[in-house]
């Protein structure tokens, strides 16, 4: 059974900073990680996906990798600014259903 | 492009009442479509999945059921409601055909149960 796992589970920090969200997942047989976006009260926002045979994909100030063989993946943000505040959530695919992480909780101070 | 909708936005039930939740797609057609819950200090939890009209695969026993009437109309149903049914439910679709493809969210119902 796939778990994720996402560490910090809170982060604050200051404008301007670049910062790493990380998530670790036990099974390594999955066809995609996605990362979200929530908004307090809100529906998910997807920011990046990367399929199993892609090691990084990248959104404007968002990069995020993959390594299937260590089981992690890493969300990126350079810059950052207090718009980026919200909780970001990871879900590994393994076919017709997402295993979610239980989120970091992001603050940026301005 | 596509578009997601669910309602109602809120939804303040008494035990024991039924529930009806829908959500609709637009914009595309042949959706895999996905009910989750999110609940207090337990995560996103995928309750049920469909690949096509009429054809519901649940992932966890509970006391609730999901139908698909039409291509991009999917429904979750209680008949009796307990305290720990309350949650945010969110509707999510993507495109069909293969198992890897990007899931889109919409905004959630937040239902409380009393």
């Known amino acids: 059974k796939q778990e994720v796992t996402q560490i910090p589970a809170a982060l604050s920090v200051p404008e301007g900073e670049n910062l790493v969200l990380n998530c670790s997942f036990t099974d390594s047989a999955i066809y995609n990680l996605q990362w979200f976006r929530q908004d307090p009260g809100k529906g998910l926002t997807s920011l990046l996906l990367?399929?199993?045979?892609?090691r990084e994909q990248t959104s404007g100030r968002l990069n995020a990798s993959l390594d299937k063989s260590s089981g992690r993946s890493t969300l990126y943000i350079a810059a950052s600014q207090p718009g980026d505040s919200a909780t970001y959530l990871c879900a590994g695919n393994a076919g017709n259903m997402l295993t979610f992480g239980g989120g970091t909780r992001l603050m940026v101070k301005p | 492009s596509q578009t997601i909708h669910q309602w109602p936005a809120t939804l303040v039930q008494p035990v024991g009442s039924p529930l009806s939740l829908e959500c609709t797609v637009e914009g595309t057609s042949n959706p895999n479509l996905y009910w989750y819950r999110q609940a207090a200090g337990r995560g996103l939890q995928l309750l049920f999945y469909s690949v096509g009209i009429g054809q519901i695969s649940s992932e966890v026993p509970q006391n609730l059921s999901a139908s698909r009437p039409q291509d991009r109309q999917f429904i979750l149903s209680s008949k009796k409601l307990l305290l720990s049914d309350s949650g945010f439910y969110l509707c999510?679709?993507?495109?069909?055909?293969?198992?890897?493809?990007?899931?889109?969210f919409g905004p959630g119902t937040r239902l409380t149960v009393l």
């Open positions: 990367i399929q199993s045979s892609q």
């Open positions: 999510a679709w993507s495109p069909g055909l293969a198992n890897y493809n990007e899931q889109f």
